[in-house]
């Protein structure tokens, strides 16, 4: 989120922005876990990075996600007290966010809680109305980030951990990953909860990421009228309490709780844990039901010890090195500002920021089947036959969605990457129906073997190989061929690969990739390729 | 967008839809299309490779796509319109459909009567809640059963099942064939989900250990499963802690039940049984709204496809019967399960069938019994009875009312106060309903023969 963010920012000026990420696509880390909300601001210390980005990011949010085509619902907000005894907080809340400069708080009674929210818990006392609070899609943002940013000409690098960061006079000069090296007059560390481990590799030590993980319970969209807007509880003194609150798409989400962990990659869900997510949804809203879960899961929030704010600036003694880091909540709300800020430190930096002309702000939503009325979708399917074809029948999402999916300027080459673009295996089955045509659909439009099509890159391989079944299939074809038969085969799939290739060439394969060395470029970045076959952003399949 | 009229649409074409269909247009109904989102007639028959299709309805041993076939061609004889690759979006209280394909694009449907046969969807990891890491390899029984079937690929080749179903036992062996480890297939309750004949035959003749009162308490490995945490549940599923054990793994299955695919049925507006998750349904399988029948797994869930057919046939005579203005009267009698019983489908039973023709009850034990009496009860008196030597929740009970049985006077019950199932019918405010009951043999009531895993 942070750094799709920043890269997007800068692509606004003549500057070479080489954007790496270590995963095999953007929004896979704490931006695909979190609770989508944008906050208003009221929770953080006034003075802080937290709380002065936080209303400024707020702020930028409704242009933002209009030029990027970015699902944003500015629903508002409720801090709810249960008990009167809790009121006081609401009023302290209030002070606080007015001091940090928030617009129209008001703690308004319980009647009028009741009446804009009638599945909240008959035992409130009031609430905190906050307007500007709001609902988004973080990774719908960063992934609108990302590809606005290749779209004005920023370099991206998928799969591409950073393995070392080299020194030269007390500045850091080059960046690497396996098989590039990328020569820089800047760095910005936006590593999330690997930060910390970014940072060490220039011999600095200034804080620790210590993850924090908080799980969620993601409801059927059957249920997703419960709740019109966020609810939060009264805060506690770590976190903002456990959430029940809408989602852009028509579900409910609740969560999470909060619970250090050693690991950076344990992401794992507990017993424990979901039931105390359930019992806190419950206390304020009692009639969530569990049975309408669709899924849960965990993400884990960069909380950076000892500061306890966003670290935001250069490392102490190296100026060319930026930190990003520590952005827990309220970073998705902030990631817009924090953008802003990292571009004025860079500006102070000595970074020269010229504005390129050619810069376009504009990001085209995706095409969504299931958002359009029926005289729409018909002009569609008449166009290219692909939109008359539901693959995700939960999510009414089409194989025209997806191919255009798989070829748009970020690189899209998982079966979570596709989920997170059109939604399919987002719905109540969870990709039990549409996971194999899914699968089968990005096999054929990037010519990848089956078994080499990952849920998430890396060794996320969902098939193993070939079952006998083929082998023995072969094997009678060859034996009838040798006989002189002529082994028939349906034909069908064939047809639907044709039909595919056509939709691929409408929506244009690759634009903007590889298409960005004549822009004027200042000279701020290098990349050098040491072995060829491993650059890019394609994940390789499992290895 | 295109207009279609018909006299009766079939929505879906699985077993049920086929069955429905073709049993419509025998019955005389003029233009029956049957409606399906895959690209083949048959439903989920298709991936169903293994054998012992048909042996109650065909009296032979069949494979899925040649139990499917048979009713294929029995719709194509029977002059059924087939759309496939379509897929269904809305359907409406006035019987209205409307469908997209890539051939056709957006078309409206309107049909005098409408079957719904979507049938069932499976659950998965977030029904049943199980806590851990989410890495790729978990997958749900009828998913790996098309990869493997249908698309020539496996799953993994160490592979954990959770849930006794049907669908797990049959994968749980046609994995061992196809070369993989099977290392357990765990079932939370003390008896199996799945038919007896496949407990024995994919677990048993395999060597596949079935861990009863098991579950899966924790998912290993960060981009694809590397092992699961296992542990014994108590009385009440829950897990006893100091009794797990890992299993390492690079794939889980799920078979842990299946959901009837009701969003459509949702959309119409129709009452639900909470218990079976599908519509509230007439012995004519004629849903809660008028004109809009239902059948198969959406209805409820069934063990055997023999049945799917049977409950098709009634649904697509009833569609026939609506379309043809045959119907029964409105005096209807309503079915509630008592006790041992989970439910009953259908639950409206019309008078007029009552004693005109045998009906036929679908129903499923609370907790496995043996020696046992199946009852049908009207107003305090079993009017029909039938003995079981064994009742297991995995396998439907059938209970067939004989024609005539459960006359109105017989059965002390006043026609003329049975009209329409009402809160304000006449004797005192109850219901008139017929309640089906299992009783043991052995001591006259309850049905707490032993339980046997």
Not at chain 1, 50 to 72: H, I
Not at chain 1, 329 to 350: K, Q
Not at chain 2, 132 to 152: L, S
């Amino acid at each position: 989120m942070v750094g799709t963010g920043i890269a997007r920012e800068l692509s606004r000026y003549d500057v070479r922005v080489v954007l790496v990420e270590k995963r095999a696509d953007v929004a896979f880390g704490t931006t695909k876990a979190n609770t989508a909300l944008v906050h208003a601001g009221y929770d953080a210390e006034p003075g802080t990075w937290k709380a002065r980005l936080n209303v400024r990011g707020n702020a930028l949010y409704p242009k933002v996600c209009a030029e990027l085509g970015v699902s944003y619902k500015n629903t508002g907000s409720l801090v709810v007290a249960l008990a009167e005894e809790q009121t006081v907080h609401l009023h302290e809340l209030r002070a606080r966010g007015e001091t940090n400069g928030v617009p129209g708080l008001e703690v308004i009674p319980r009647e009028r809680v009741l009446a804009i929210e009638p599945g909240v818990s008959p035992s409130v006392a009031a609430a905190l109305w906050a307007p500007t609070g709001g609902i988004t899609s973080p990774w719908e943002l960063a992934i609108a980030y990302a590809e606005n940013a290749v779209a004005n000409g920023v370099e991206l690098l998928l799969s591409s951990p950073v393995i070392g960061i080299d020194m030269r006079g007390g500045r850091a000069v080059s960046v690497r990953c396996p098989g590039v090296v990328i020569y820089t007059q800047f760095v910005v560390n936006a590593a999330g909860i690997w930060a910390d481990d970014i940072e060490r590799m220039i011999n600095r030590d200034d804080f620790e990421i210590t993850p924090r993980r908080g799980e969620y319970y993601l409801f059927d969209r059957r249920v997703g009228h419960l709740v019109s807007r966020p609810l939060f509880p009264v805060p506690s003194q770590a976190t903002k309490g456990i959430v029940v609150a809408p989602t852009v798409d028509g579900n409910l989400i609740a969560g999470p709780n909060a619970l250090l962990v050693g690991d950076k990659g344990d992401l794992a869900t507990t017993a424990a844990g979901l039931a105390e997510v359930i019992d806190g949804a419950r206390k304020l809203v009692p009639g969530l039901p569990v049975r309408e879960s669709i899924t849960n899961f965990a993400g884990l929030r960069a909380v950076a010890v000892p500061v306890g704010d966003f670290v935001i600036g250069a490392s102490p003694g190296v100026p060319n090195f930026v930190n990003a880091a520590g952005i827990q909540s309220p970073g998705l709300t902030a990631a817009p500002a924090i953008a802003e800020a990292v571009r004025d430190i860079l500006a102070d930096a000595g970074l020269v920021l010229v504005e390129k002309p050619t810069f376009n702000p504009v990001r085209e939503r995706p095409t969504r089947f299931s958002e359009l009325g029926r005289d729409e979708q018909s002009a569609l399917i008449e166009k290219n036959p692909l939109w008359g074809h539901i693959i995700c029948r939960c999510e009414t999402v089409t194989e025209a969605e997806i191919v255009e999916a798989l070829h748009r300027p970020v690189p899209c080459t998982t079966l979570d990457g596709v989920k997170f673009r059109t939604r399919a295996g987002a719905g109540r089955c969870q990709g039990g129906f549409c996971g194999p045509r899914v699968v089968d659909i990005i096999h054929r439009e990037l010519d990848t073997p089956m078994e080499h099509v990952t849920k998430k890159g890396g060794g996320s391989y969902i098939l193993s190989g070939p079952s006998k079944g083929p082998l023995l299939e072969q094997a009678a074809c060859r034996c009838l061929a040798d006989a002189g038969c002529n082994a028939a085969r349906d034909d069908g799939p064939d047809d639907g690969q044709v039909c595919g290739r056509a939709g691929a060439e409408d929506v244009g394969e690759g634009v903007g990739r590889g298409d960005h060395g004549n822009l004027g470029e200042q000279d701020v970045c290098r990349i050098e390729t040491r072995e060829r076959e491993e650059v890019g952003g394609h994940a390789h399949g499992r290895v | 967008m295109r207009t279609v009229e018909c006299d009766i649409a079939v929505v879906g074409a699985g077993p049920a839809g086929l069955a429905a269909a073709a049993r419509a247009k025998q019955c005389g109904a003029g233009r029956v299309i049957l409606m399906d989102r895959d690209r083949e007639l048959g439903g989920i028959l298709n991936q169903c490779i293994h054998n012992g299709f048909g042996l109650q309805l065909l009296s032979e041993e069949l494979t899925g796509p040649e139990y499917a076939e048979h009713f294929i061609s029995e719709a194509r004889d029977a002059g059924v319109e087939t759309m496939l690759d379509t897929m269904v979006l809305e359907v409406t209280q006035s019987r209205q459909i409307v469908a997209v394909n890539r051939h056709e694009g957006l078309m409206r449907i309107d049909a005098k009567a409408i079957v719904l046969a979507m049938g069932a969807r499976e659950r998965n990891r977030g029904g049943v809640i199980i806590p851990g890491m989410r890495p790729a390899g978990v997958f749900t029984a009828g998913a790996a059963q098309r990869y493997v079937n249908m698309e020539g690929y496996m799953p993994g080749k160490r592979i954990v099942v959770l849930g006794s179903g049907d669908i797990g036992l049959i994968m749980a062996r046609r994995l061992t064939w196809e070369g993989a480890k099977v290392e357990a297939v765990l079932e939370i309750l003390p008896f199996p989900s799945g038919l007896t004949r496949n407990i024995v035959q994919c677990l048993n003749d395999q060597g596949i250990p079935l861990y009863l009162s098991h579950t899966v308490v924790d998912i290993h490995g960060e981009e694809r499963v590397e092992g699961v945490t296992v542990a014994r549940v108590d009385g009440n599923l829950r897990p006893i802690p100091g009794t797990e054990w890992d299993i390492e793994c690079d794939t889980l299955l799920l078979s842990v039940g299946l959901i009837p695919e009701n969003e459509l049925t949702r959309d119409v507006g129709g009452e639900l049984d909470p218990v079976t998750g599908g519509p509230v349904v007439t012995d004519e399988m004629e849903t809660s709204t008028p004109g809009i029948f239902a059948c198969g797994n959406v209805v409820h869930i069934h063990d055997l496809v023999d049945n799917v057919t049977r409950e098709a046939w009634t649904a697509g005579e009833g569609a026939a019967r609506l379309v043809a203005g045959q119907q029964p009267g409105d005096d209807t009698v309503r079915t509630r399960a008592g006790d041992g019983i989970r439910y009953v489908v259908p639950h409206v039973l019309h008078l007029d069938n009552l004693a005109s023709r045998d009906v036929r009850l679908f129903m499923r034990a609370t907790r496995p019994a043996e020696r046992v009496q199946v009852e049908a009860v009207v107003g305090g008196e079993v009017v029909f009875s039938k003995s079981e030597r064994v009742v297991r929740p995995a396998e439907m009970v059938m209970l067939t009312i004989p024609q005539g049985k459960v006359s109105p006077v017989e059965a002390g019950l006043n026609r003329a106060g049975l009209n329409k199932v009402s809160p304000d019918c006449a004797d005192g405010g109850s219901q008139p309903e017929l309640v089906v009951r299992i009783t043991s043999r052995d001591r006259g009531t309850g049905a707490e023969g032993g339980e046997k895993a």
